[in-house]
DNA sequence: ATACATCCGCTGCTTACATCA
DNA sequence: TCTGATGTAAGCAGCGGATGT
């Protein structure tokens, strides 16, 4: 609350009336609504018109905090932006010392920088979880074309089988008896070796087959199996280490605090559990562009779990709807 | 040592104002 | 000039940590 001022709810519905009892002389009323912003200023009517913003020289004299009414809300200066800005880089924390030191400086109430670092913060993490959005995303489409590749490939694959097992029975047909079957046998597997040596994609394509089979089988089961695909199914061929992991991330994990790294986030734990908290390490400088809000240790895993519950939702027309992948919010 | 109350700062959400296309 | 979108300052509730009793 700030200083020398009443404010208290006047009409059970979020309208607050606030009673101005500073040094400046008389008491002066409004009314607020929830947000606190005056609806009805009745501050007018004192003649007396300040600047929101002011000196540092003004703003040390204690009396002008008793007398700031709720005026109309005025942006900061871009210096004061400006100066905000490098500080926020520097510490995006603000100790107590730090923040009033700040708005001496810019010839703000302590307050107001307060809020200016709680809403950057805001604006940090929102950025953050967009960038993070985008990054996962882009590697989740590449995982997705490789996978559309190696399903034509095992179509391509499968149809040589049958076009081979067919030549086998027609020669079983036209020669008889056991030495022509073997003889044939022995052609198909020469053929299908000789084919792995040109393409050694078919062992790979192979195992991610064999995998795709396991996780479709979980997620048929039900009871035992995991509702998700496996992050080791997702990560077959080593798909999912294109998730760059040395750029930081924002997914929280565990309820645990985790770093951020190279941020330009100093130190200084958030105390608050809801929402993971943002905490940094030493190693930061500039600006918080590429980085992100979530651990590197947790990233693949986070990226796998938050697609899998794609690959789940598609589980059941997985081929046929490939290369129509969609997101969460058209699942609905 | 433990329980409780209080203070303080934080996050998340929200609102109203400012600005711009 | 009006209007809708966007960004921003600041309010509130609720939570958790620190501190005093």
Not at 277 to 301: K, N, R, T
Request: hydrophobic share 35%.
């Amino acid at each position: 609350m700030e200083s020398g001022r009443l404010i208290f709810n006047a009409t059970g519905s979020g309208q607050m009336l606030f009673l101005d009892c500073g040094a400046g002389g008389g008491a002066t009323g409004g009314l607020f609504h929830r947000g606190g912003r005056p609806m009805l200023g009745l501050e007018e009517g004192r003649g007396v018109k300040r600047p929101f913003f002011t000196s540092p020289d003004e703003l040390l004299e204690e009396e002008y905090y008793d007398e700031q009414l709720p005026e109309k809300k005025r942006r900061l200066t871009p210096e004061q932006v400006h100066l905000l800005e490098r500080s926020f880089e520097e510490e995006n924390k603000l100790e107590p010392e730090r923040k009033t030191e700040l708005a001496r400086k810019l010839g703000l109430q302590p307050r107001q920088v307060a809020v200016w670092f709680q809403n950057r913060r805001a604006r940090w993490k929102t950025k953050q979880l967009e960038r993070d959005f985008d990054r996962l995303k882009a590697s989740f489409d590449a995982l997705r074309a490789d996978h559309d590749v190696l399903l034509q490939d095992n179509h391509r694959l499968r149809s040589q089988v049958a076009s081979l097992t067919e030549k086998l029975q027609e020669k079983d047909v036209t020669e008889g008896g056991a030495s022509g079957a073997a003889d044939a046998a022995v052609d198909v597997k020469a053929s299908l070796a000789a084919e792995d040596m040109e393409e050694p994609a078919v062992a790979e394509s192979a195992a991610f087959e064999a995998q795709q089979v396991k996780s479709e089988d979980r997620l048929s089961t039900g009871s035992g199996g995991s509702a998700v695909v496996d992050a080791d199914a997702l990560l077959c061929g080593g798909q999912f280490a294109a998730v760059d992991s040395s750029v930081e991330s924002y997914f929280p994990g565990g309820g645990e605090d985790h770093h951020y790294h190279g941020c330009g986030m100093g130190g200084g734990a958030m105390n608050h559990g809801v929402g993971g908290g943002i905490q940094s390490d030493d190693d930061g400088a500039g600006s918080d562009e590429g980085c992100s809000y979530y651990p590197e240790e947790d990233e693949a895993a986070a990226a796998a779990a938050f697609f899998a519950g794609q690959a789940h939702h598609h589980a059941d027309d997985d081929e046929d709807a490939a290369g129509q992948m969609s997101w969460p919010w058209m699942w609905s």
